[in-house]
């Protein structure tokens, strides 16, 4: 007999990565679909830095998730038993099913994938959320011109990756900013960045004047602290500053920190803008048609980095991401 | 026989406010206007936050100050003699004439003030610089819409004092920030500000809490540092952030700090934007002629705040102005 196993937030890490204690494992019945529900079973969870921001007391862009509750993550599932007029068994769906095997859903915010058209975890990546974030907080946000220069940092992570590849698709000079060799020669080799800067290697203001010589025009931000510093201290006159996330920060023991230098906003007559990619559900056709149009025609790849071994290696898979050991979407196969 | 008295900048000030040492005290002979240039007395000397950028090494939206070299200022002064057929002795004249008695011009930058209209201060005031800063930060780079809530930092500062009432006429509720319950009584019985928060009072969060209930959708920043960090607190979802100056930052003797939570421009969907007032030279008469409007109605007051003394009290005004111990625009009179 089945068990639906599932992972609780049992405490709220003070600061610094989440810890083994801040986790509970349960293991309870595979809960039953009642009238306007379905059940699902969970394919591929979502592992995403916002997932640490969810963990803290504060309210986000959404609210926190509460101590005891099954914590919140996105996923591909699919339909095990129907009893809503909209979905039936066997369908691939997208949705926030939580760090679970199996949920319940009345199919609010859930949407159904064509898995013909691309392998389950790119419905997580170029064709999910990841893709989504990038196309509007690159064109809608960032508005770059061709011929401009776009940074991106984390530019080997779920989002930048489709950020640096949507910029050259858009006629743009890409620079990523990425922690490791490897993950700079793949992005200039294997997604054609025009140069990668190796942030471990503790010069990127001096790479990134040599690789942006004009400034930056577009910087889409996922990491802040240095990065951020370091990307202001290089602007445009007029650049555009989108702020997607800020993974560096969301795990300093220290408390989050400002950059230090956000009037060079002033001195280059720039803006720094944060946006979310679900004000634009509206809008989602538009972008997966584009996302899926030039995946097809091969102009864009996704890559995913999906971790096998089950619900179990939750914990440690979510601090793979916050290590930056990951290239691409990361994503846990239950 | 007169002398051209002057205050060059001896030394850069490492950090913290500047001091009597890093001014050179220099006298020389009345310079002669050569052809096409003329010859001015200074009459009134605008002290401004920015001065104390101009004294670091590093480029700012103007280049620093070099050592030995006058400080650079702003001022309203009378032609002297002039060989320059668009001016003629006797005319009052704005320009960047520097801390000293007597300048000779090209006619570069400078323009003709009609003192006839206001007070010659009140060309560095609300007809001057602090009045385009005010007009072109607020309605191009804020964009209020009647009925929202602008907060403004400085407030009872020469741009401060001015976007507010300039809020105000466009029909916007308007919170003051400033230091000291003298200056925040000041700007809502004299200026009309619909509620002014003392931030030396030490309860910025909780104070703005209860004068904008539903958000802050305009931030004019004159100040940064914990003032900005808490108006971030406060936004009202799709706020625009204004970044005019950052005074409590010029003067810091840790370095400059960005807000912490800067992510805020996330949460809320918020963005921040840098601006420099000399961008807008094009538009000048429009915003002139718009405040010249106001004030002549009565709706806008200008404030100045004259010092006596001339030129060797130069040092100590700049200091009072660091310090907060004006009203309105800080100016010298020689």
Redesign the interface.
């Known amino acids: 007999m089945p068990v639906n196993a599932q992972y609780r937030l049992a405490a709220r890490p003070a600061a610094g990565l989440p810890k083994d204690t801040d986790w509970q494992y349960t293991e309870e019945a595979v809960p039953a679909p009642g009238d306007g529900e379905f059940l699902v079973k969970v394919r591929y969870l979502s592992l995403d830095p916002a997932m640490r921001t969810w963990m803290n007391a504060g309210?986000?862009?959404v609210p926190p998730v509460g101590i005891g509750e099954v914590m919140r993550a996105a996923g591909i599932a699919e339909v095990v038993e129907s009893r809503h007029p909209g979905f039936r068994a066997g369908q691939s769906v997208f949705g926030t099913f939580g760090v679970q095997d199996f949920a319940v859903s009345d199919g609010k915010g859930v949407t159904i994938v064509d898995t013909s058209l691309a392998p389950a975890p790119t419905f997580l990546g170029a064709l999910g959320i990841s893709g989504i974030t990038a196309y509007f907080g690159l064109f809608d946000v960032g508005r770059p011109e061709p011929g401009q220069t776009v940074a991106v940092s984390a530019a080997a992570g779920s989002v930048g990756i489709v950020v640096g590849q949507l910029a050259k698709i858009h006629g743009c000079r890409v620079v990523g900013i990425a922690g490791g060799p490897g993950k700079c020669r793949m992005l200039v080799e294997e997604y054609g960045f025009d140069a990668a800067v190796d942030h471990r290697a503790g010069n990127v203001r001096a790479d990134l004047k040599e690789h942006a010589p004009d400034g930056i025009d577009v910087f889409f931000d996922n990491v802040?602290g240095d990065v951020l510093?370091a990307a202001l201290a290089r602007l445009a006159r007029g650049a555009r500053i989108v702020?997607?996330?800020?993974v560096s920060?969301y795990n300093s023991t220290e408390?989050?920190?400002?950059?230090?230098?956000?009037?060079?906003?002033?001195?280059?007559?720039?803006?720094?803008?944060?946006?979310?990619f679900s004000?634009y559900a509206e809008r989602y056709p538009e972008a997966i048609a584009a996302l899926a149009g030039w995946l097809g025609e091969g102009k864009l790849k996704s890559r995913e980095d999906v971790v096998e071994g089950g619900i179990a290696k939750f914990p440690e898979t979510l601090l793979k991401l916050f290590r930056g050991e990951n290239t691409g979407k990361l994503v846990l196969a239950l």
Chains 1, 2 share one sequence.
């Open positions: 309210r986000s862009y802040g510093e702020l997607s996330g800020a920060q408390g989050p920190r400002g950059p230090a230098n956000y009037m060079q906003l002033l001195v280059r007559r720039a803006s720094m803008t944060g946006f979310v004000d």
